[in-house]
């Protein structure tokens, strides 16, 4: 090892891919896999927000799963989790609507409306 | 960049790989990939969590639900609910990490946890121990890197110095004062040891940092022999340690083929080798001297001091030798500075001690607490308790070298000075707890026997010595004590304490003494009265048959080996002593509860 450089580059690279055992401070993703989710083709929409995450190197980002969320018409759920803010809850989501998300909400910080759940529910009717 | 949603750590240390652990990982990587999920899920294998008594133990995150007890029939149903649906398989958590609610706890939250502090442990069950780069994401050789880049050997010294760390292979010694002593010594070469012997029986936390994180100890080695001014370390490990050992071989691999071991490190001009050195077995060679005889590959034998090997150790040359557990402290305390590590602890004994907790009580395994913590939150609140309820007699510390603490001293804060005040010692940090069902002079015998099996034989008081002293208490746990056998074992005791060459002699008769200081009267039941109040040592019990409770069914004499029941159907049995072998058989078999012992 020639370089305290080279060292931190390891420990960065190496932190992506381990922080979730140690990190709970930063961004979760939680998309609702019951048999509801995964009918409804919640695992295509898992798996792009995986790709999404790591082709953009995501750091301090969870991608998790959890069981039924109650809405089963709705589903595929997605909610995004991030510190000090109100969770936002993301609804009949699809694989394509995975770049926006990431984009919007998780890069830049301002949820993409229109696929969240008030929205769906006042303009479904 | 590899990104995954979830990961499986599976411990593999000793203890949950003896209970099948490896079969775990395989099953888990094959459900995984059946699942069609192995892009997603990572399996991990680390070192001990420290749970040992609930092993084989799985941790998932993110979600951090704490598995025990797995075996290779539950791993589909965990792959296909948890890591396919999402849905935690509760039945399958470990019993405490659910609170009255049923609410499931953080691990930090679970009381096994909660009273702890993880300095020394703090990688293990955390990383891949043999992957180099989980230790560095986790902030590995970074105090290499600074100790290297922005401090004087003198700064590292008195740094160490400043932390107030003791050494925890037993002695106690202030480690920054052993630093200094080593550097001071004007010599082109000189030597950083590791004593991973640990010969302690009931004691595993130093194999445990091996398996669970050796390259912490590797920085560490590196970072004293930049310190002192050497370019050459030794690791002397029990061959009894393979899983230790071979994960010690990849780390020091790994780190070479990095260039953090060998010339040149960071650029900095600083050069410094590992090699590992295997030992067999005997329990003196944990002894500095008898080590480092071992490594050269001499006889292991001790031999006086002074010279201490900080003038001349190894090959002649100024040595320093440490425990695997204080090298363990060592990055922490240049990363964090002395005064985190001096904050945590008594006046005396700064920072944490890890226990192997074992014996009666409900959580056996590892345990990492700040100095100072009662003997009571040790036993009651982190382990859980003693089984069946049963009362609290007396803990063992400090192996054959240490003493019993009893009753009356539970809420005395652990620390170095504390625990020999009160005749033990801190040792290695075996804990070996002990119910109203241990017989304590059963117990002193258990630990003078291995001593006289270790003892090397070089000095006479500790050759000759602990054998008599083993003679007499055979002859009181066997009925044939008599009066002044307690007053000739002190007397020998002392004798051997203060003459025997090295510590192995000096403290063979610590189990003795401190057992008779505490629990006389059962020594004195032994030889007046020729019984034994906890019913262990054979010789002097008795089995008999209460008339008023048995109903003449005839099962004891059926089951006696020995023949020696005898009686007529529905009438009264009784038990020939003579015959009597006293295998309890009897006892065991009746539904009446007529048959005692005393
Ligand atoms: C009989 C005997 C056995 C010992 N066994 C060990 C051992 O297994 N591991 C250990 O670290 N120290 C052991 N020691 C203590 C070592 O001699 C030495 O004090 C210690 O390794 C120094 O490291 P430390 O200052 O970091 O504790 C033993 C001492 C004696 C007398």
Redo the contacts with the bound molecule.
Sequence with gaps: MKSIQELEAIRKKTLESINLRKDTEGTRIVVGMATCGIAAGARPVLTAFMDEAAKRNLQHVVVAQTGCIGVCRLEPIVEVYQPGKEKVTYVKVTPDMVGKIVTEHIVNGNPVTGYTIGYYEAHSK | MEFYRSQVLCCTGTGCTSSGSNAIVRAFEYEIEQAGIDKEIKVVPTGCFGLCETGPVVIIYPEGSFYSRIKVEDVPRIVSEHLVKGRIVRDLLYSESLDEKENILSLNEVEFYKKQKRVALRNCGVIDPENIDEYIAFDGYKALAKVLTEMTPEAVVECVKQSGL????????P?GL?WSLAQKPVSDIKYVCC??????PGAFM?RSVLEGDPHCVLEAMMIAGYAIGAQQGYIYVRAEYPIAVKRLRIAIGQAKEMGLLGDDIFGTGFNFDIDIRLGSGA??C???TA?LASIEGERGE?RPRPPFPAVKGLFGKPTL????E??ANICQIILNGAEWFAGMGTEKSKGTKVFALGGKINNTGLVEIPMGTTLREVIYDIGGGIPDNKGFKAAQTGGP?GGCIPVEHLDIPIDYDNLISIGSMMG?GGMIVMDEDNCMVDIAKFFLDFTVD?SCGKCPPCRIGTRRMYEMLEKITEGRGEPGDLEKLEQLGKNIKASAL???G??APNPVLSTIRYFRDEYEAHINEKRCPAGVCKALLSYSIDPEKCIGCSLCSRVCPAGAISGEIKKTFAIDQSKCIKCGACMEKCKFKAISVG
């Design positions: 003791r050494g925890r292979g037993g002695g106690g010694f480690t052993k004593n991973a012997d640990e010969g302690d130093d329990f003196v944990g002894e500095e080590l001790p030798l440490n425990n695997v204080t090298y070298s290695s270790e090295c510590g192995l000096q403290t």
